[in-house]
């Protein structure tokens, strides 16, 4: 008999990132599927979102491919990111003082609505684009907004869920 609280335990960092992973599954985008969760000062979720095309833009009539002839055949002027998506999810007000969980590093448009709508900590997983004139720009801004960032420390931990 346990007379003891349970071990091995999945951290708050594991559990919002895994919140985050798992709404990105929800994308239709061939190559990338990012997700975010924002999450309160006492660790209650308060919105997610997942990179795709806004409502009522059909994801079989709006183009998916990242490269072509005409700017208007390629996804990037109409997929709405995962934190912006997240961000225009929430209903509950304001997001002064959340903390944002996202898969990837955001770009300076999100970051822009970022600190727009008062998130103070982002937990992001990968930062592939790191190097990319819309990664520089974001950091700058959040930097001047005083929006602090970290990497994700992974846990190696495999979280298995059956559905």
């Known amino acids: ?4 609280k349970r071990d091995g335990y999945i951290s708050w960092d594991e559990y919002f990132m895994g919140v985050a992973k798992l709404s990105g599954m929800r994308s239709k985008d061939p190559n990338s599927q990012v997700g975010a ?3 309160s000062n006492d660790n209650k979720i308060l919105s997610m979102g997942y990179n795709g095309f806004p409502m009522g833009c059909s994801d079989d009539e709006f ?14 002027l109409y997929v709405t990111h995962s934190e912006l998506n997240a961000i225009l999810n929430y209903r ?3 997001l002064e003082g959340a903390k944002l969980y996202v898969s990837l590093f955001p ?28 990664v520089r720009a974001s950091k700058r801004m959040l ?19 059956e559905v």
């Open 92 to 94: 509950g007000g304001s």
């Open 63 to 76: 183009p998916w491919a990242r490269e072509g002839e005409e700017e208007l055949d390629k996804k990037y």
């Open 143 to 161: 930097d001047a907004a005083g929006v602090r960032y970290y990497k994700y420390n992974r846990t190696g931990r495999k979280l298995e869920v």
């Open 1 to 4: 008999m346990m007379t003891g």
């Open 107 to 134: 770009c300076n448009e999100c970051a822009k609505a970022i600190i727009q709508a008062g998130i103070k900590t982002i937990v992001y997983e990968c930062d592939k684009y790191a190097d990319t004139p819309a």
């Open 37 to 39: 969760c924002i999450v």
